[in-house]
């Protein structure tokens, strides 16, 4: 059964559409839609829909192999809808296992009170121990996927979008994420990292569209910097007394 709705972000859209005419919106916005419930588009599909879709409209979806079109960030909201409700379904699956063990061993615990209070929920149980769930969630450590759409919704709202893709600092962030998972969520400084969101938002500033050329170019640099020691090396040897097989050579 096909989701019937996938997240939309009012903000990103106006942005990604202003340099497209009101006709053009409407195409735009209606050739999503026909992803989202029909999966990639043919160029029949297009046209059928569409008509004449224009360059500029097209520009905003990708070609694969098989000459079916799809927009990048439609297929990533979809994918981490599909996940969310993936882990909600298997929790769900282990809370109703672990209560019908409770129960056939003759231990069942009352359910606890929970208490709706504006935008946390509060889980009073016989220990009165209260658990905030934003907090919990700052803890756990996100997907690649998760990660990279918060990465990139946060590049849209600082507004660097007007400067360059995101797709162009898109590896600089993967290189981010790895080097955090493998150092055990901490960062180059060896600090663990308790709030990832907040932690992702302030590094967006150091990503650049040439970050990966400009340390090529610090390495190259340093490997010049050595040739010429070796060279200025080399020339003063040559002009020393200095033999390293025999010590010093005869006048």
Request: charged share 30%.
């Amino acid at each position: 059964m096909t989701d019937p709705a996938f997240l939309f972000y009012p903000s990103d859209f106006l942005t990604g559409v202003s340099d497209l005419t009101f006709e053009e919106r409407g195409q735009y916005i209606t050739l999503l839609c026909l992803h989202h419930q029909k999966g990639r588009l043919s160029q029949k599909m297009i046209t059928l829909c569409c008509g004449n879709a224009t360059a500029d409209v097209m520009a905003k979806f990708r070609q694969d192999e098989q000459g079916l079109f799809y927009n990048v960030r439609l297929e990533k909201e979809i994918a981490k809808r599909t996940q969310f409700a993936e882990k909600q379904r298997e929790r769900a699956i282990n809370g109703w296992k672990k209560r019908k063990e409770e129960e056939s061993h003759g231990n069942a615990t009352a359910m606890p009170f929970i208490n709706r209070n504006r935008n946390r929920d509060i889980i009073i149980n016989k220990d009165i121990v209260v658990i905030k769930k934003e907090e919990k969630i700052k803890n756990e450590i996100p997907d690649i996927l998760e990660f990279l759409n918060y990465t990139e919704e946060q590049f849209f709202k600082s507004g660097l979008n007007q400067k360059y893709n995101f797709a162009e600092i898109e590896p600089q962030v993967r290189l981010k994420y790895s080097a955090w998972v493998e150092n055990k969520w901490h960062d180059g400084n060896g600090v663990k990292i308790k709030n990832w969101k907040s932690k992702a938002t302030n590094q967006i500033k150091y990503y650049t569209p040439n970050g990966n050329k400009e340390k090529l170019t610090t390495i190259e640099k340093q490997r010049d910097s050595y040739a010429k020691l070796d060279k200025l090396f080399d020339a003063q040897l040559s002009k020393s007394n200095i033999n390293f097989s025999g010590g010093i050579p005869p006048q």
